[in-house]
């Protein structure tokens, strides 16, 4: 049903959005395997972040696939469970951290010893880092898992009101 109330804008917004997550997750798995094959670390540590990362990929990838085949309502919802974690990275007190599957923009500031205005991009990626120049205070947004965060919720909203709208119901009724 839900096919049938979306529209063509919006079915093109869910397939961008769907790529974006096959493809994002699929080069983040390709290159996590490839930095455990040529990491010389022997640290568990390591080993830990790169399969945390490969999981955290392949759940984007396989989000992305239930927006392919029609799956919209459960593909928006893992979607957004993928996208929020991406929003916010930051270092504080020591303790940093950095989550992206797919692409990153990044805006922020660093108020360690001024108020200076930071940017950064990267490629699917997990840090965690304790201990760490405990002095460093950062805080970054992900430009782009906010937009697709934002995109996420404005299509669910108009899904809800189509199917608000096909069942004969008013918003003013709820």
């Known amino acids: 049903m839900t096919d049938t109330i979306i529209t063509n804008d919006t079915k093109a917004k ?8 096959i493809i994002g997750g699929g080069v983040g798995t390709l290159l996590s395997i ?3 094959i040529k990491s010389e670390s022997p640290a568990s540590y390591f080993y ?16 992305g696939q239930q927006l392919i085949v029609g799956n919209v309502k459960r593909g928006l919802l893992l979607s957004l469970f ?5 929003i916010i990275n930051f270092t504080i007190a020591g303790f940093g951290f950095t989550l992206v599957s797919g692409f990153l923009i990044s805006i922020g ?5 001024s108020f200076k205005l930071i940017m950064n991009s990267d490629f699917s ?7 760490y120049k405990d002095e460093l205070i950062i805080f970054n947004i992900n430009i782009v898992a906010a937009f697709w965060t934002v995109q996420i919720v404005k299509i669910q909203e108009e899904i809800k009101y189509r199917e608000r709208l096909l069942e004969g119901l008013t918003l003013e009724q709820n």
């Open 14 to 21: 869910i397939k961008r959005l769907a790529y974006y997550q």
């Open 34 to 36: 490839y930095s455990i």
């Open 48 to 63: 830990l972040l790169s399969v945390t990362l490969i999981g955290f990929n392949l759940f984007t990838i396989f989000s």
């Open 82 to 86: 993928i996208q929020i974690p991406q």
């Open 109 to 113: 500031i660093d108020y360690t010893q």
């Open 125 to 131: 990626m997990i840090s965690l880092n304790w201990n």
